[in-house]
Every structure is written in C-alpha cells, then in structure tokens.
Antibody, heavy 120, light 110 residues
Framework: QVQLVQSGAEVKKPGASVKVSCKAS????????ISWVRQAPGQGLEWMGW????????NYAQKLQGRVTMTTDTSTSTAYMELRSLRSDDTAVYYC?????????????WGQGTLVTVSS | QSVLTQPPSASGTPGQRVTISCSGS????????VYWYQQLPGTAPKLLIY???QRPSGVPDRFSGSKSGTSASLAISGLRSEDEADYYC???????????FGGGTKLTVL
C-alpha cells in the first residue's frame, strides 16, 4: 500500500536548522510530487511548498522563501524538507504528503507527521 | 486569518445531516477545485473529497462535496460518532500562487 514514513521528533534551538525526511513506498516515486504542510499546536494547516519528484522543480510558500529547501533522493524514494533560522513560531507538526499536482491541494496519503520543537 | 473561511464549529446528533461551508474568492474557489480533509484527533489529515465532489476509494458515500461560485460545502449524512473530527477545505489560489486552507471546523457529534 502507498505509505509515507517520516523521521522522528526534533528539538532545536532558535537560529538552528532542521531537516525532516519522508520515505515513500508502494508507488513509483517519480510519478508524483511531495508537498509539505505544517500545523502549529492547536492551529490549522499551513502549506509550505511542493517539489516534483520527477524533475526537482519546487514551489515554496512566499512566507518561507529563503528559509526552506525541499529536495528528493530518487534512489531511496525519499523527500527532505530543511528549514533554517528556526524561530519559536516554527514549532509545529510537519507533514509530507503525496501530491498529484503542483498547483492543487490534492494530498493523498499523508505521512504520520514529525513534531519539531524550537526552544531555547 | 485564513484565506478560506469556515465556521469554527459545527454539531449534530447521530443520524443527522450536517453541512460545513467554505467561503473564498474568485482567485481560489471561484476558479479552482476544492478539496476537503478530515483530521481525527491526534492523527494526520486524510483526503475526503477531491476536485469539488469526488470521493477517493474507501471514503463512504455519506460524505459529499459541492461548489457554487466562490463557496463550497461538505455534507455528512447519517452522522456517526466516529465522524467527530476537524474538517478543512483547501484550494489553489491564483493570486498567491499558493495552496490555501480554511481555518478548520471542529465537528462535534452530540
């Protein structure tokens, strides 16, 4: 079955970077993209961006431009999301999701989520 | 605040039909498909409706989606206790070149 498995929880200090991985299985990795969505504690969903697993094209949310980088490793069917210059308001659960279209929120399935806590 | 507007809460009794609204604008719902997600407590969101009114395999036909103009709705018929969750609408926004979500609606089954 199609599955996305994410790396474990992280605790980081303000100003540091975090890199979350998302390993895909059960489908041909390069025929879909991967989107990243985060959810702050008790809050709603926020789209962070998308990467094509076919050619590496990316589209980042304007709010995160310059701080986020999304990459893929097709040899291991793994996507990565790196967020730099972390602040306390980056504390959230970060989800990856298989993305059918880089210009539509067609996300299915989702990874289990990775809690990133930013605290001094 | 969110680009798409949803009521923060909704409720119903078992067996009832409830609807959740999602209001947007011409740059998002008005010109693009709407998607709906269900998030059960402590779990990742799950796709419920895609392209306005299509159900992925495995989603019961008790769930249905519709769109008219710059608004969309999710209807849940034959409400069950296991439907108690947060529901989010989403769409692409041409002006922002970004996916936008509603703020979410917490559904309580009384």
């Amino acid at each position: 079955q199609v599955q996305l498995v994410q790396s474990g929880a992280e605790v980081k200090k303000p100003g540091a970077s975090v890199k979350v991985s998302c390993k895909a299985s059960g489908y041909t990795f390069t025929t879909y993209g991967i989107s990243w969505v985060r959810q702050a504690p008790g809050q709603g969903l926020e789209w962070m961006g998308w990467i094509s697993a076919y050619n590496g094209n990316t589209n980042y949310a304007q709010k995160l431009q310059g701080r986020v980088t999304m990459t893929t490793d097709t040899s291991t069917s793994t996507a990565y999301m790196e967020l730099r210059s972390l602040r306390s308001d980056d504390t959230a659960v970060y989800y990856c999701a298989r993305s059918h279209d880089g210009r539509a929120p067609w996300f299915d399935p989702w990874g289990q989520g990775t809690l990133v806590t930013v605290s001094s | 605040q969110s680009v798409l507007t949803q009521p923060p809460s909704a409720s119903g009794t078992p067996g009832q039909r409830v609807t959740i609204s999602c209001s947007g604008s011409s740059s998002n719902i008005g010109t693009n498909y709407v998607y709906w997600y269900q998030q059960l407590p402590g779990t990742a969101p799950k796709l419920l409706i895609y392209r306005n009114n299509q159900r992925p395999s495995g989603v019961p036909d008790r769930f249905s989606g519709s769109k008219s103009g710059t608004s969309a709705s999710l209807a849940i018929s034959g409400l069950r206790s296991e439907d108690e969750a947060d529901y989010y609408c989403a769409a692409w926004d041409d002006s922002l070149s970004s996916v936008v979500f509603g703020g979410g609606t917490k559904l309580t089954v009384l």
